[in-house]
């Protein structure tokens, strides 16, 4: 089975940047779909980017979060990364990342495996 070690997140102001990573322990890392979601107090978790297999066959962003956060995997590291510009207030959120080895969406339920969790908080 995999595991996913998070790291990254913290607290910024509104416009700043901040970046999350997160390593796959998997013997089959670049068969691997991944993915980052997260959740805001009151919501329910949500998607916010894919990047398909190998890191060659594209990647998939929520409208929210498109042309400000950009996704990434590096494969040699068996490291993904979430990297979060021009941050607003509502980008606050817990967020995840998330592995799947069967199908590739930006569902919840295509995700078997998914990492602690980073706080990432962004004030006005």
């Known amino acids: 089975q995999a595991r996913l070690i998070q790291s990254g997140g913290g607290s910024v102001q509104a416009g700043g940047s901040l970046t999350l990573s997160c390593v796959i322990s998997?013997?089959?890392?670049?068969?691997?779909?991944l993915g980052w979601f997260r959740q805001a107090p009151g919501k329910e978790r949500e998607g916010v980017a894919i990047?398909?297999?190998?890191?060659?066959?594209?990647?998939y962003y929520a409208d929210s979060v498109k042309g400000r956060f950009t996704i990434s995997r590096d494969n040699a590291k068996n490291t993904l990364y979430l990297q979060m510009n021009s941050l607003k207030p509502e980008d606050t959120a817990l967020y995840y990342c998330?592995?799947?080895?069967?199908?590739?969406?930006?569902?919840?339920?295509?995700?078997?495996?998914w990492g602690q969790g980073t706080q990432v908080t962004v004030s006005s």
């Open positions: 998330a592995a799947t080895w069967v199908g590739c969406k930006l569902e919840m339920r295509e995700y078997a495996y």
């Open positions: 998997y013997d089959t890392y670049s068969d691997c779909c």
């Open positions: 990047i398909y297999q190998f890191g060659g066959q594209g990647t």
